[in-house]
């Protein structure tokens, strides 16, 4: 089991940047690949970005590339989201995941921490 806890989120400005972070506990170990998805209010959930726990090959949903990162420290076991010029489209539930198997299937989620855009 890997246990995946998020703190942080938050009522932002637009413009504002935001750091997500999420803690990762159990069979750290085994984990092959982390990711970040979200869901705005009324939509599926969406791809932002994954990393490879050990390689550190990144993965970007194409809209968001030039304004999110996804940094990792393995010491800590915490992944990150940095959000640089937030938009109102933003908005939304924002969960980390972790991967055990291989880099496209996720078995383990957070419960996910709350974004809001405002303008």
């Known amino acids: 089991q890997v246990q995946l806890v998020e703190p942080g989120g938050g009522l932002v400005q637009v413009g504002d940047l935001l750091r997500l972070s999420c803690a990762a506990s159990?069979?750290?170990?085994?984990?092959?690949?982390m990711a970040w998805f979200r869901q705005a209010p009324g939509k599926g959930r969406e791809f932002v970005a994954r990393i490879g726990w050990t390689g550190g090959d990144t993965e970007y949903a194409d809209s968001l590339k030039d304004r999110f990162t996804i940094p990792k420290d393995n010491v800590k076991n915490t992944l990150s989201l940095k959000m640089n010029i937030l938009e109102p489209e933003d908005t939304g539930l924002y969960y980390c995941a972790a991967g055990l198997r291989n880099r496209r299937d996720y078995d383990f989620w957070g419960q996910g921490t709350q974004v809001t855009v405002s303008s």
């Open positions: 159990g069979r750290t170990l085994s984990i092959i690949n």
